[in-house]
Nanobody
Framework: QLVESGGGLVQAGGSVRLSCAAS????????MGWFRRAPGKDRDFVAA????????YYADSVKGRFTISRDNAKNRVYLQMNSLKAEDTAVYYC?????????????????WGQGTQVTVSS
């Protein structure tokens, strides 16, 4: 099970830190990702981190503003979001990648959280 938290309403230029708590699976064996779905759009890749935390991957749209991290001792993955823009408004989902497929594709992920809403006001 994955449970996201930390979303809310924030002004443009502000920051938000999302957290995702994992349970029920060996967290340290999974790469983890964050995706987002804006109103009327498809679910898009945001960031991913490998099982050890040594490799990180970002969408071009968030590179330099967002940082993904994980704490395997706490079974948590985080997304620090800085310099937020109105176009970052979306429901954000964390997901577990079981080992097959490219990190950038949602179909490569085995399990998903229910999402947390982030709204950036301009």
């Amino acid at each position: 099970q994955l449970v996201e938290s930390g979303g809310g309403l924030v002004q443009a230029g502000g920051s938000v830190r999302l957290s995702c708590a994992a349970s029920g699976r060996p967290f340290g064996s999974y790469a983890m990702g964050w995706f987002r779905r804006a109103p009327g759009k498809d679910r898009d890749f945001v960031a991913a981190i490998d099982f050890s935390g040594s490799r990180r991957y970002y969408a071009d749209s968030v590179k330099g503003r967002f940082t993904i991290s994980r704490d395997n001792a706490k079974n948590r993955v985080y997304l620090q979001m800085n310099s937020l823009k109105a176009e970052d408004t979306a429901v954000y989902y964390c997901a577990g990648h079981g080992g097959g497929g490219d990190y950038y594709y949602a179909t490569s992920y085995d399990y998903w959280g229910q999402g947390t809403q982030v709204t950036v006001s301009s």
